[in-house]
């Protein structure tokens, strides 16, 4: 399987031009766009290289080959923002063929960018602001992206709209016209051959427990997981995710005004541990039970300030509240 892995990344670097230091002519690729530098595609080219380093360290493959994928993977990342980005901080979406920046830049692009880690913290506000604004324009394959760059940019009230909005093009939209799955497109062409029915519906599923849950895998078969419910959009959530550990449940409800409590209700299952965040002026404000964490078996704080109080949770049921 690594052979394989190795055999993408260059792949990719094959394509990488030296003078500009970006992917081109990716091979394979050019049905799909009219100019030969493909933001996008420079975008996912530094994910190849963190994904195979990521691998190959897990591996324990020479730390020389670890470091030459980072150093790709750093040096594509640092080309795409300093060619590929308009003097606004957003995304254009390529270069043509005399190297100019293309007038196109849209909202799967600049998703991308927040989503891949690509954009640099200080340009991610004004990348998702952009994303935002458009409203659904992304496909139904990478619209998933738009939703994980909103909640990675903090902007969950707009994750929920995206998702419950029926007037836009989007799930809401499409479940309100009698829809049980994702189509292959936003607007029905199931007379063109279109899908009425893909797997590009499954990447809403992993966004809403991201983003509307709040609940992320940090290891392999949630061993660990983090659980950190949103602060705007919905008021409440509950969810159940099956795991290969068994299943986490999850249910918040934010204060429904200023100075009300949080509260939690969170199952971790066997061999596994939750590090979960919780909106707090101290750590003496958030119980489990109506106890003291300080005596709540399986429990303990990591970290306190900022308004969050950030705990470790063991296997096991857990009502928690926090002012």
């Known amino acids: 399987m690594y ?30 766009y009219a100019f030969p530098t493909v933001t996008r595609l420079n975008i996912l080219g530094v994910d190849v290289f963190r994904r195979v380093a990521d691998v190959a360290a897990v591996l324990g493959r020479p730390s020389s080959e670890t470091s030459a994928l980072r150093s790709q993977q750093a040096a594509l990342g640092a080309a795409v923002n300093a060619r590929l980005t308009r003097p606004d901080g957003i995304y254009a979406d390529g270069l043509d063929a005399a190297g100019a920046q293309v007038p196109q830049a849209s909202q799967d692009t600049n998703a991308a960018a927040i989503a891949f880690g690509v954009a640099p913290a200080s340009r991610t506000g004004v990348v998702a602001a952009y994303v935002a604004g458009l409203g659904l324009q992304a496909p139904p394959r990478t619209a998933g992206e738009v939703l994980d760059a909103l909640h990675l940019a903090g902007r969950d009230g707009d994750v929920v709209t995206r998702l419950t909005d029926a007037r836009t093009d989007g799930w809401a939209r499409i479940l309100a016209e009698g829809a049980t799955f994702t189509w292959e497109v936003w607007n029905p062409s199931d007379a063109n051959g279109d899908s009425m029915s893909h797997g590009w519906g499954s990447n809403v599923l992993v966004e809403i427990l991201r983003g509307v849950l709040g609940v992320q895998p940090t290891s392999g078969g949630y061993a660990t997981f983090t659980v950190s ?3 705007s959009g919905l008021s409440s959530a509950a969810g159940r995710i099956p795991t290969p550990r068994g299943p986490v ?7 429904a005004a200023a100075g009300g ?18 909106p707090a002026a101290t750590v003496q404000a ?11 078996a399986g429990v303990h704080v990591v970290s306190a300030g900022g308004g969050a109080v950030v705990l470790t949770v063991g296997s096991g049921t857990y009502q928690f509240r926090s002012a």
Request: glycine letters at 8%.
């Open 249 to 255: 449940s999850v249910s918040w409800q934010r204060p």
């Open 261 to 278: 409590a949080w509260t939690v209700g969170l199952t971790v299952p066997a061999n596994a541990m939750a590090t979960l965040t919780l």
């Open 286 to 296: 958030v119980t489990e039970g109506g106890r003291s964490i300080a005596h709540a």
């Open 229 to 231: 419910p949103p602060r």
């Open 3 to 32: 052979p394989a892995l190795q055999g993408v990344a260059t792949y990719v670097a094959h394509a990488i031009v030296p003078a500009t230091g970006l992917v081109s002519n990716l091979p394979a690729t050019s049905i799909y």
